[in-house]
């Protein structure tokens, strides 16, 4: 691997995400420097305007282009042979991204994305898993809003309470608090491919319900039961929650990062996540509101007129915009023996979180694997459960996020 030409390459950099990500490695790494990396897609004239559109006249033939396609599993695997990591933003991933998963399983190449595709992963995993281990490739999804700040976030508080009280959290609650922004229209189009997949298959339905569907294979089941579905008071919070839209994705990966990382957290660990509502008809008319859109979504001909109003992969918000946004996550770890003794964290990110945070996460999510010091071989990964603290400490140093104690 060490011989490979690039450290990372960024495969749909002609997205708009994609383009977010080349734009933060140009302005964090610069180009033809210490990190050796290039964009990658199908048509060279789009991503010669990604170059102009984010590098200064000087720099941008310093930029490499490679092209290779997505339905061309050998110009795929060439792809992966020159670079340490891909980092792709192309999904709905379920539609477009298991062959680059198996370029990279095969050559031995580090993977990243953005997908929170359950059903997807559930696949993928099983079906690669043998030949990433064989090949020392390191495979690590979710590495965006889904689910990086919840992931790492939990990953956080509990090295707190291991730090100060010796021992790490039985429970954890993460809540949602302030936030401003929008789903991206890669994660909409995504959502509405599972949407569809479900809609075909009685089996894909069960699998997104299942709280543990991404566990390890022949691994038992934890205690944790379904999501939140409806208002609920908060006693430690003293505030009403309502669901939160991607717990059906980021509690899946926790729960898989305890089981990978040897259930340090315990084998009884739960993990349920919500979003705090200022009070209780809030919370009701939010719950309602979001149990109406998901019906909505899932029966086919009010999922096709609902997909007219909604943005599509390629759209997102103004450069103001993305730098007005925000958000704040807590967490909440529950002592097993002394509620004295519970600790509770802060995660906050300095844009929205769909898609100027996201590509910050991901960029470094991609130079952490290149570059840092890993405990992991190949094999299917968590972002905390393979990047722990080298990742936590660029999140924190570059990439717009902070970790703080509250009490």
């Known amino acids: 691997m060490s011989t490979r030409e690039f450290d990372v390459i960024v495969w749909g950099a002609t997205g708009f995400t994609g383009q977010l990500v080349v734009e933060y490695l140009a302005q964090t790494y610069g180009v033809g420097g210490a990190l050796r990396w290039a964009i990658a897609g199908r048509n060279r004239n789009k991503l010669d305007a990604v170059r102009h559109a984010c590098l200064p006249a000087a720099q941008r033939n310093q930029l490499p282009i490679l092209l290779a396609d997505s339905e061309d599993a050998a110009s795929l695997g060439r792809l992966a042979e020159q670079a340490k ?16 998963v198996a370029a990279c399983a095969d050559a031995g190449t580090d993977y990243c994305d953005l997908t929170g595709e359950v059903q997807w992963m559930a696949r993928v995993i099983p ?65 509405l491919n599972m949407m569809e997949e479900a ?56 729960r898989r990062s305890n089981a990978l ?31 109406v859109g998901m019906v909505a979504l899932a029966l086919g001909p009010t999922r096709r007129l609902v997909q007219r109003f909604l943005p599509k992969p390629g759209e997102g918000p103004t450069r103001e915009q993305r730098e007005a946004g925000y958000y704040e996550l807590f967490f909440l770890g529950i002592h097993a023996q002394d509620r004295a003794m519970d600790t509770l964290v802060k995660v906050c990110g300095d844009m929205d979180p769909g898609y100027g945070s996201t590509s910050k996460m991901l960029a470094e999510a991609a ?19 393979a990047l722990g603290e080298a990742y936590q400490q660029r999140l924190a140093n570059s990439a717009g996020l902070t970790f703080e104690v509250c009490r």
Not at 143 to 172: E, I, K, T
Not at 206 to 212: E, I, S, T
Request: with cysteine; glycine share 10%; charged share 20%.
């Open 85 to 100: 990591v891909i980092c792709t933003t192309v999904g709905p991933y379920a539609k477009y991204g298991t062959p680059l």
């Open 127 to 191: 079906q690669f898993q043998d030949r990433a281990m064989a090949s020392g490739a390191r495979i690590v999804h979710t590495c965006g809003f889904d689910s990086v700040p919840f992931d790492m976030g939990n990953w956080y508080l509990q090295q707190q309470m291991l730090q100060r009280h010796g021992v790490c959290a039985s429970q954890v609650k993460a809540r949602v608090g302030r936030n401003r922004g929008a789903a991206s229209g890669g994660t909409i189009a995504s959502v």
């Open 199 to 254: 809609g075909r298959d009685a089996s894909v339905r069960r699998l997104v319900a299942n709280p543990y569907s991404l566990y390890p294979q022949g691994t038992p089941a934890g205690p944790d039961g379904p999501d939140q579905t409806g208002p609920v008071y908060d006693e430690d919070f003293e505030q009403w929650t309502s669901p939160f839209i991607m717990a059906a994705v980021n509690t899946r990966v926790v």
């Open 261 to 291: 990382l040897d259930f340090p957290w315990g084998e009884d660990f739960r993990y349920s996540e919500a979003t705090l509502e200022t009070s209780r008809f809030k919370a009701t008319r939010n719950s309602v509101a979001g149990l």
């Open 367 to 385: 130079v952490c694997l290149a570059r840092d010091t890993l405990p992991v071989g190949g094999g299917f990964w968590t972002p905390a459960s």
